[in-house]
DNA sequence: GAAAATGGTTAAGAAATTGTTAAGATTTTG
DNA sequence: CAAAATCTTAACAATTTCTTAACCATTTTC
């Protein structure tokens, strides 16, 4: 789930904005000035920004200045040489100029995107993401809080993605992070996992086998 | 130093391109058509690749899709939504449509090359503002004295936004500017700096990772 | 089809980790 | 050297997580 921030003082332009990312399931702030940007940026955390350079109140310039670690791109009629290479020296990462394709700008907002996410190292299976340096389950985009044995637990079975994994050496892959697991423990903790993941989606992701382990289902 | 790969079959273009980079201090490369390229590819660590996509041998699209670690701008007349959308998508960076102004192109290998560099964030994330010289932090733009040992577990935890650190991490990462912080003290150092925090806002800011570290709240 | 074995769920108490506070030790500053 | 600021330690409180155990469901075995 990405947030992107629009900042456009034109309204036609700005909705028209708003209704392309939201229905390619982004989700917008909006800010029609640019001090009105710079107040959402201190209490939000973005994952891009889409910038208009003519604005009332703080200019789009003043802003690449003040943002250091969000990817922008410039959406602006000015057309002229100087001011695309002024955005993108001072710290813009596109310059679009206007009127543009829907097609276009939504693909060069993919590539900002891409740039960050790559960057993390994630397990992702289906509806469920595992993000390891934040340590964190998203099923379906959502948030899901796992404790530490639980989150080892699915790690290995994702690593494994498809392979039975027996009990035992499940217990022995996790014994770094947790000691004194016990197969009855076990049990327990899969039970958990499965409600805590039960709670976005109805599809069935940690699948028993018999007198065996279990595994990841196909 | 940056070495930079130019793919080109039309010679003009390719040598007038060659010798712009080299004005500007850059280390040229030269393949004259996609098989030449992918050839050096394997031989060379390149910084930027400058792809033209109609190409003899193997296309400009194909290229795109082989590499993986390089940023790409693609440099081509086929001015339609679709090429450039499509490249986009596959991978490469930017697309820069002939003819172009060489300032400009200039601007976009920068920003791209920039990207490299330029991992270190500014510590700055919401209402938070870290003063790196005077060892102050900022909530809500008003001033709160942190000691030595509190601005280095808070410079650390912003620099690894949003990313789980675990303690001994931590506590070897702030270890240059603090001898002898044991687990004890840090748990005491946290708490001080999450009051200190609380002073001027209410969201919280450090989260703890339970039986790991801690990390900066998204 | 009944008995035995394995898996699933739940709740409660145990265990471990984190949070807070205050006092004394240490370092820095004037 | 004394005062102030900072840091560490330790004790206790609060919280979270883990294990245990009981009970029920399902599958296998005989």
Same mark, same amino acid.
């Given at each position: 789930?990405?947030?992107? /921030?629009?900042?456009? @003082? @034109?309204l036609s332009i700005h909705n028209s904005l708003d209704e392309l990312l939201k229905q390619e399931n982004y989700i917008t702030y909006n800010a029609y000035s640019g001090s009105e940007a710079l107040?959402?940026?201190?209490?939000?955390?973005? @994952?891009?920004?889409?910038l208009d350079l003519m604005l009332p109140g703080t200019s789009?310039?003043?802003?690449i200045k003040r943002v250091n670690d969000i990817p922008i791109i410039v959406l602006s009629a000015k057309v002229s040489c100087d001011d695309k290479v002024n955005c993108l020296l001072?710290?813009?990462? #596109? =310059?679009?100029t206007k009127p543009f394709r829907n097609?276009?700008?939504l693909a060069r907002i993919e590539v900002q995107l891409r740039l960050k996410t790559n960057s993390k190292q994630l397990l992702k299976y289906?509806?469920?993401? /595992?993000? #390891? @340096?934040? !340590?964190?389950?998203?099923?379906?985009?959502?948030?899901?809080?796992?404790?530490?044995?639980? =989150?080892?637990i699915l790690k290995q079975l994702l690593l494994n993605n498809n392979q039975v994994i027996s009990k035992n050496k499940l217990l022995d892959l996790i014994s770094e992070d947790t000691l004194d697991c016990s197969?009855?423990? /076990?049990?327990? !903790?899969?039970?958990n996992i499965r409600k805590k993941i039960k709670t976005y989606t109805n599809n069935e992701y940690i699948e028993s086998i018999w007198g065996i382990g279990f595994k990841i289902k196909d």
């Open positions: 789930m990405n947030k992107i /921030l629009i900042v456009e @003082d @034109d107040l959402l940026l201190e209490k939000n955390n973005f @994952d891009l920004i889409l789009g310039e003043e802003i001072s710290g813009a990462r #596109d =310059y679009i097609k276009e700008l289906k509806e469920l993401e /595992l993000l #390891d @340096d934040s !340590h964190t389950l998203l099923v379906c985009q959502k948030k899901v809080n796992l404790t530490k044995t639980e =989150y080892a197969e009855f423990s /076990l049990k327990v !903790h899969i039970s």
